[in-house]
């Protein structure tokens, strides 16, 4: 997972409380994402963006925010966390050659 | 719109067996696939990738995928199983630049 950072690894959160979820990458890519994984479903796209300020929705975008202030940040928040965000989160940069790269995870409870 | 499944929710092996983890994908051009697998607790490692040029695409680990058009499919192999190969394995494809879609999954049980 070349240069992909995560942070927390672990995180327990209690219904209505907010969070970020931080994501930063060293490898200067324009290109990154959130997805979250359930037991099942694979990974699902939540957000994503193509370079600093510009960010768009992806297949599960409700309940989360993003924002892209620098080429290498992107924070996923987490206004007023339900019991259905319950989940792993994984943070994505893609590369020059259309492979992207995964942080190592957020491991995210929703009391 | 693009679609992949994986026809196999868990597939189990012995050690030195072969492996087959199928995936059939649909999409109204050629997409880009790829296979990333997920050892316990750990993040998405890339195995292998096809990007339209040889259709046998080699990856790492010994693992290698066929691309086949007329059958829409994108199968994992590998010729003898090892114990460490015991992970979740996904098959993804992207429509788009940066957007992947997953498969759902398949988990591979080695058995000594």
């Known amino acids: 997972n070349a240069g992909v950072t995560q942070t927390p690894k672990f995180q327990v959160l209690k219904t209505g409380q907010s969070m970020t979820l931080q994501c930063a990458q060293d490898?200067?890519?324009?290109?990154m994402s959130w997805y979250r994984q359930d037991p099942g479903m694979g990974l699902r796209l939540i957000h994503y963006?193509?370079?600093?300020?510009?960010?768009d929705q992806g297949e599960v975008p409700n309940g989360y925010n993003v924002s892209r202030s620098t080429t290498e940040d992107f924070p996923l928040r987490l206004l007023s966390a339900a019991p259905s965000q319950t989940s792993v989160y994984f943070c994505a940069v893609q590369g020059n050659t259309d492979t992207q790269y995964f942080g190592p995870g957020t491991r995210l409870t929703v009391l | 719109a693009q679609s992949v499944t994986q026809l196999d929710s868990h597939v189990s092996v012995s050690e030195g067996t072969p492996v087959l983890l199928r995936c059939n994908y649909s999409?109204?051009?050629?997409?880009?696939l790829f296979w990333y697998v997920q050892h316990p607790n750990k993040g998405l490692q890339l195995l292998l990738k096809y990007t339209s040029a040889a259709t046998l695409v080699k990856g790492i680990n010994g693992f290698e995928a066929e691309f086949k058009k007329s059958e829409t499919s994108f199968h994992l192999t590998k010729p003898s199983a090892h114990m460490s190969d015991a992970a979740e394995y996904f098959c993804v494809v992207s429509p788009n630049t940066g957007k992947l879609i997953f498969g759902q999954g398949t988990t591979l049980q080695v058995k000594p």
């Open positions: 490898m200067n890519h324009e290109y």
């Open positions: 999409s109204s051009y050629s997409p880009s």
């Open positions: 963006s193509v370079g600093a300020g510009i960010t």
